[in-house]
């Protein structure tokens, strides 16, 4: 089981920019697939936002953040990114990041290992 934090969610303006963080522990991530969900109110399904295969490197988005969003790994730090540009109120949400070897699932069920999230609010 791999342990997962993130980080880097505060108020930022409409238009600006954002990187989240997902630091792991307890296994290393480069034999992982991580995701990034995202959940807008309690209660709602966790939304997928992006993907990454650590070991293909390919990567997957949502048509919603297409363009604007970016994934990214860092394998020294055991560490992926979320990179979000040209925010919009819309993407308000608490991010979750969420990990699994067999793939990249775009379901929430998918996935048996999540960080405790971090929220991202985007005011117009």
């Known amino acids: 089981q791999v342990q997962l934090v993130e980080s880097g969610g505060v108020l930022v303006q409409s238009g600006g920019s954002l990187t989240l963080s997902c630091a792991a522990s307890?296994?290393?991530?480069?034999?992982?697939?991580v995701s990034w969900f995202r959940q807008q109110a309690p209660g709602m399904e966790r939304e997928f936002v992006a993907?990454?295969?650590?070991?293909?490197?390919?990567?997957y988005y949502a048509d919603s953040v297409k363009g604007r969003f970016t994934i990214s790994r860092d394998t020294a730090r055991n560490t992926v990114y979320l990179q979000m540009n040209s925010l919009k109120p819309e993407d308000t949400a608490v991010y979750y990041c969420a990990a699994d070897p067999r793939g990249v699932g775009r379901g929430s069920n998918y996935y048996d290992d999540w960080g405790q999230g971090t929220q991202v609010t985007v005011s117009s």
């Open positions: 307890g296994r290393t991530l480069s034999k992982y697939h």
């Open positions: 993907g990454i295969s650590l070991p293909t490197r390919s990567t």
